[in-house]
């Protein structure tokens, strides 16, 4: 499957950072980052906390424009585009904190997500023949992430992990081309970070996967390739086991070496 | 409605209960449509027409809040473009105040409304990159600014205002007669009712919610929240330039002190002391003003130097402060609680569940932090 995934690789990469850097006053969070995607891939971001991952994420999805650097997102410079833009050319994310709409129900959040990448966001009046479509989208999203008994749920009633999975359903929802997670296992017990690579590992093969992932499990079975980062900076690319298997990767994580392992 | 209404329907099972509240609501309907035969003129128009266009200010105000998560000291400066817009092309019979240019009083509507509606566009997209205490500061900024410009450009506000503006032909003289114009401000707030409760469940309603929970989310989702922000904000100020059109008409005239900055916190009032949950809030809090401003005029005993008459800001302001602290969701969660002992929903009415639907609440309370200045939540939290 991994393999599967890689074979695409004499295409464009859908998404290219050259330089991309961003600092805070005088914190360079994100520091001369290169990067590319192609389509298909399943890029796992590693490192420590403070190592710029969520910058990164906040950079390529338009949050806010890097100081440095220039994106290509789907061979179009975006560097400098809002977040709503790439949004509408195939970019979905979740956030560290399930950001979700708390004052509605499960599915006019998924519908909200359907309905963001559409036209009409200023409709003001209800047309069934409009909305059923995307309505039923919904429904099926929620279905696809286990949510199909808590659709009419409102979304304060959700426990946790059923933020998680309509974080996820939200981002499936829009029909992504690429789909940037971060940290989707991050507070989920044992069984349901199981749930959730299932979850990852079932998502069709022309979606490209950009992951932030602290659980090494997760992140090495979701991903064919990863990028480590610390202090701002991509320090190692490699496969899975050749992440596995790095002493610079051990040092971060463990603070130590092993040597003669 | 998403929230608070599906949530009683749903989880409601008494018969009896639902009864009643169709019972409760067919007994409002009768007494409102009766309203001339049951009071005197003096209720009809100076309590009940009053509390109904005050209503229609206040609940732009609420709409704004609840739906959209801004706080808009804007909403009287916009009825006072409205009121002044129409006063000045209207004709009006002693031609000392505004342009008088004799359009027939319709046109005046029309041309008020279109007037106020583009300047709350504007306004909105002035203040639609702003959020809680900023928002609420450009806001007031916008509705200083207004009151100011009425009163120092006489050209258009006459001195001391615009007087006896032309109403048209039906509603007669509404101090004698205030029947029709009672009516027109019911059938108003009726429309105005209805036409948020609808606005609020099309997709742009529902991608508004959004946005008040959550607009950096939103924004990612693909949304241009400025933009459907500053279109929310107009919504608001078409409701507010139907309050201004009605005020003109209940007031005969319309003058720069009647947009003032006290005006600018009675709307505020009357929509946290009804309650902001819920839009029918407006309207109930706009009838607690009204009651509460003839009553305190008539009975507040004299007491030295604390208590007279004359002090009615002061009365409104300790109800003010009793309602935010008792029940921060004003007379409509005071309500809901009642409810719920009557219909015995909440068993044990816990005061942490009873208001409204839980949903609503943490709603609010999102609200509440996003609109510093708002009413102030009340720190519970629901898990």
Known sequence: ?261 | MSTVANTPTRSWPPRGAALLGWAVLAAVGVVLLLAPLIFDLFWLSQILTQALWLGIAAVSLTFLYRYGGMTSLAQVAIYGIAGFAMGNVVHTINSEGGLNLGWTPWLGVVFGIVVAVLLGLLFGAIASRSYGIYFLMITLALSLFVFYFFGQVTQLSGFGGIRSVSRPGYLGDPITHPSPLYYTCLGCSVAVYLLLRYMVRTPFGIALQGIRDDPGRMSSLGYHVALHRALAFALGAFVASIAGVLSVWFNTQISPGSINIQQTIAVLIIAVIGGLSRLEGAWIGALAYALIDYYARQHTPTLGLWLNPGRFATIIGVVFLLIVLLSPDGLIGIGTRVWALVTRRGREAEPGTAAAAPTAEATLEKAGTMATGGPPSSGRQEA
């Open chain 1, 1 to 261: 499957m991994a393999v599967a995934a890689q074979s695409a690789e004499s295409a464009e990469p859908i998404l290219r950072l050259r330089g991309v850097g961003r600092r805070f006053g005088g914190l360079r969070a994100v520091d001369g980052v290169d990067l590319q995607i192609r389509r298909g891939d399943r890029r796992a971001i590693l490192g420590p906390n403070g190592a710029g991952k969520t910058t990164l994420f906040n950079v390529i999805a338009g949050e806010f424009p890097p100081t440095d650097g220039t994106i290509d997102l789907f061979g179009t410079d975006v560097t400098h585009s809002p977040a709503r833009h790439r949004a509408k050319m195939g970019l979905a994310r979740t956030y560290q904190q399930s950001r979700v709409l708390l004052g509605l129900s499960v599915e006019d959040n998924i519908y909200l997500a359907a309905l963001g990448v559409r036209t009409g966001h200023t409709f003001p009046f209800r047309s069934r023949k409009r909305d059923a479509p995307l309505r039923a989208r919904a429904r099926e999203a929620a279905r696809e992430v286990g949510l199909e008994r808590r659709v009419g749920a409102m979304v304060s009633e959700l426990s946790h992990g059923e933020r998680r999975q309509l974080s996820i359903g939200m981002a499936r929802v829009a029909q992504p081309q690429l789909m940037m997670l971060d940290e989707p296992a991050a507070g989920l017990s044992r069984a349901e970070r199981v749930t959730l690579t299932e979850l990852l590992l079932a998502l069709p093969e022309d979606v490209t996967l950009l992951l932030i992932e602290h659980d090494m499990d997760v992140a090495l079975r979701v991903a064919n390739w990863v990028t480590m980062m610390h202090d701002g900076r991509v320090i190692v690319e490699g496969t899975p086991a050749e992440i596995r298997a790095n002493e610079t990767v051990h040092e971060l994580y463990l603070g130590k070496r092993h040597y003669g392992d």
